[in-house]
């Protein structure tokens, strides 16, 4: 079945730096979209993406839609502390009315560099 | 964004009882919603799909006795975790379709525990 590819596993950041992260696949997705989980949360959609392509940015967050339908990247800019958290991918393959299930990615983990 | 209410948000149980999850769509309708089980560390596991007005779609390998999935109207839809385990421990997540394609917005979820 379709999987995705999500990377990395995890991660340390250091208040400041920016952050990237991405997601690849062998099917294409017509839709890309990236989630936030907080511990013991339900995920929050912070970038929907539809088309190939498509640069989109919410506040200090940025993601592509990839030119090939396969594949996604998340930016983070200057990070924050409560940038931390569990960030999921997730490639959609419904169009319009038929919004299929998500596939999801395995999570990347964000946490503050000790 | 939409808002999806899970209810409760942790339950403890014992052994052999039953315990629903509601999930409520609470500024727009949701035709369909998705249930999701997280185990610790974990990514989502789709468990069914729930259809208003007919029967749910369970995944491969999901118990459609043991987790009775009732989608009753537009705005609620509910999950019970019949003759629970110690082993159905876990984080329950629903999901409810929102207007843009393959948009989902998640409720907040559910930690049972089967004690």
Redo the contacts between chains.
């Keep these: 079945g379709q999987q995705l590819n999500q990377s990395p596993q995890s991660m340390f950041i250091q208040e400041g730096e920016d952050v990237s992260m991405n997601c690849t696949s062998s099917s294409i997705f ?2 890309w ?1 990236w ?1 936030k989980q907080d511990p ?6 912070l970038i ?1 993406l ?1 088309k190939a392509g498509e640069l989109t940015s919410n506040g200090r967050l940025t993601a592509q839609f990839g030119i090939t339908r396969k594949d996604s990247f998340l930016n983070i800019s200057a990070s924050i502390p409560s940038d931390v958290g569990i960030y ?1 991918c ?1 490639g ?1 393959v ?4 038929s ?4 596939i ?4 990347t ?1 964000l946490s503050v560099k000790p | 964004g939409a808002v999806v209410s899970q209810h409760p948000s942790r339950v403890i149980c014992k052994s052999g009882t039953s315990v629903k999850i509601e999930c409520r769509s609470l500024d727009f309708q949701a035709t369909t919603m998705f249930w999701y089980r997280q185990f610790p560390k974990k990514s989502l596991m789709l468990m069914a799909t729930s259809n208003e007005g007919s029967k749910a779609t369970y995944e491969q390998g999901v118990e459609k006795d043991k987790f009775l999935i009732n989608h009753a109207s537009l705005t609620l839809s509910t999950l019970t975790v019949t003759s629970a385990h110690p082993e159905d421990s876990s984080f329950y997540i629903c999901s409810a379709r929102g207007s843009g394609p393959g948009e989902l917005f998640f409720g907040e979820g559910s930690r049972l525990t089967v004690l």
């Design positions: 017509n839709t979209l989630y013991g949360e339900g995920p929050v959609l929907a539809y999921f997730a959609g419904g169009r319009g009315g919004q299929g299930n998500l999801f990615g395995k999570g983990k």
